[in-house]
């Protein structure tokens, strides 16, 4: 298969990543025929990887490595979930090829994981620790979506921030099914804990609003 | 094969070093961007916060801007932000400002991560936000059929039946955006078309295109999801419905002035209004591009605008420093 990145947008997430603190690692569930984006989502893992030596990328198969796959909670391929220096699963996942605009969710999902300061406000913080239920956001989105990545960041954000958050990032329509069931016709579309709803790219303030009442 | 879409960024820590602009644009869109470019090519200490391309990202491409017959709205913010970069403009993209104020003669900008940045004059380009149409069933049936960002969202509506309601230029481009997905588009406007004649002729090659205008949308109906619209036929004076699984609206923009609402003079619709210089009812205080009052919502004239801000912010730098104020503008 040719290179999914080209030479500039090669360079430019090079750049991008330097100032990486600690190291990442990022386990990618890929299965056999039918996959349809399992081998560029591979392909994209190892291409970003190398860009940086503080990212390890680890290839699984849902069904041959199932104990790794229930360890994260994975259910569709492709998806892959990051890990901080320390191996710990923070929440932080993809399901889909994160291609188009959901590039930069994933570029800063990396940033993040590596130990940088993303500058929420210490009182956003305190709420975000404060949570106690468990609660899964998933973030549905399409790579033509300009303002899903905000979206999932802020989702990502907040899993890394508590052990009893997960951040989801579901890409609409390699997942139509799910899709399908969720009722999604517009994105980003935010649903926690498979009941309550968000339409659009909200701040931390509505998604910390409802996490609080559950 | 897969695009990639990657968001521009500029070095962060940049902007803390600099304890005082002489020019700070909130909104990096082409107007902010373009400020920049001029108030920084006069020696003006620039900085810009905001996310690059504001609703140049939600354009599939460009074809009224002179020089580019045609380019991808996102390429076209991507080249504003790399020639704006060749001026070492420090450029705050991940941020966004919570309060602007003025205290002895310099603005405040509080933005969301606790910190205050000062400068000696301020423009506001936060541009606009999508236009609702204020209709029963709106809010309900958003994200169930309801969609202001065609780009977003038209994948969802493949071999479904959409209208778009409007009759500007974005929504004659939302049409050529839904060919290649909807089964039909019905483009429903309350009054003629205002857009390119360029546009319309496009239109004459879609098969599945049906137009009501002098026609205006009094619901968004449905159950669980929305089913279709009722409309009132202005000329016939008769109500009808029209069966769709998805609307796109695109009736032009509201403009994004809350920051500065207790600040400056705005419109009855919260434009921000300007003299000839772009210059608000503050001092020092500069508005360019959809924000304003300049009632051609278009690419070039916000860009225009942006200029004409930064050159007037410039002037008024210099007569403050004549007049004895504290300035540290460089004239080139």
């Known amino acids: ?214 | 094969m897969f695009g990639f879409e990657l968001d521009k960024h500029s070095d962060q820590h940049a902007f803390d070093t600099v304890p005082v602009f002489d020019f700070l644009v909130i909104g990096a869109g082409p107007a902010g961007l373009n400020a920049a470019l001029y108030a920084s090519r006069k020696g003006m200490v620039t900085g810009v916060i905001g996310s690059v391309g504001g609703q140049l990202h939600n354009t599939t491409s460009v074809d009224n801007y002179l020089g580019f017959p045609l380019i991808g709205g996102k390429e076209m913010s991507d080249r504003f932000f790399d020639h704006l970069s060749t001026l070492d403009v420090p450029v705050l993209t991940d941020r966004k400002v919570t309060s602007l104020t003025r205290v002895d003669g310099l603005f405040l900008a509080k933005t969301d991560d606790g910190k205050t940045r000062k400068a000696k004059t301020v423009l506001i380009a936060t541009g606009g936000s999508s236009r609702t149409l204020g209709v029963p069933g709106e809010e309900t049936y958003r994200n169930k059929g309801v969609s202001y960002c065609t780009t977003c969202d038209a994948p969802f509506f493949k071999d479904k039946d959409v209208i778009v309601a409007g009759g500007g230029n974005s929504a004659a481009e939302a049409v050529i955006d839904l060919v290649p997905w909807a089964k039909t588009i019905t483009v429903v406007h309350r009054s003629q078309w205002r857009a390119d004649g360029i546009l319309l002729e496009k239109h004459k090659e879609i098969p599945n295109l049906t137009v009501h205008l002098q026609t205006q949308i009094l619901s968004i109906d449905g159950k669980e999801k929305m089913t279709g619209v009722t409309v009132l036929d202005r000329r016939a004076n008769s109500v009808m419905t029209i069966k769709a699984d998805g609307i796109f609206i695109e009736i032009g923009t509201v403009p994004n002035s809350t920051l500065v609402r207790d600040l400056v003079e705005t419109d009855l619709v919260g434009q921000i209004i300007t003299d000839k210089n772009q210059m608000t009812s503050v001092p020092g205080l500069f508005a360019a591009g959809d924000v304003t009052d300049q009632p051609h919502k278009q690419i070039i004239i916000s860009v225009a605008e942006g200029a004409k801000a930064a050159l007037a912010a410039h002037t008024y730098l210099i007569h403050q420093t004549k007049e004895g104020h504290h300035a540290t503008t460089v004239e080139r």
């Open chain 1, 1 to 214: 298969m040719p290179q999914l990145l080209n030479a500039d947008i090669s360079k430019q997430i090079k750049e991008f990543l330097s100032p990486m603190k600690d190291n990442i690692t990022i386990v990618v569930f890929t299965k056999d025929e039918p996959c349809e984006t399992c081998p560029e989502t591979v392909q994209l893992m190892e291409e970003v990887g190398a860009l940086s030596d503080k990212i390890t990328v680890v290839k699984k198969d849902l069904e041959k490595d199932s104990d790794d796959a229930k360890l994260y909670g994975i259910t569709l391929t492709p998806s892959f979930v990051m890990l901080d220096k320390d191996n710990v699963y923070k929440g932080v996942k993809f399901n889909g090829i994160p291609a188009g605009h959901e590039i930069n969710s994933f570029l800063s999902a990396i940033m993040d994981m590596s130990g940088l300061d993303f500058g929420f406000p210490e009182a956003i913080k305190d709420r975000i620790r404060k949570i106690g239920k468990d609660v899964n956001i998933k973030v549905f989105v399409t790579l033509s979506c300009p303002h899903c990545p905000g979206a999932v960041q802020n989702a990502h954000r907040m899993a890394m921030l508590s052990d009893s958050i997960e951040g989801e990032m579901i890409e609409a329509q390699t997942f139509y099914d799910l899709s399908d069931k969720y009722q999604v016709s517009g994105v980003p579309k935010i649903v926690i804990n498979d009941v309550h709803e968000l339409v659009g790219n909200q701040p931390v303030e509505a998604y910390l609003d409802i996490l609080e009442r559950l």
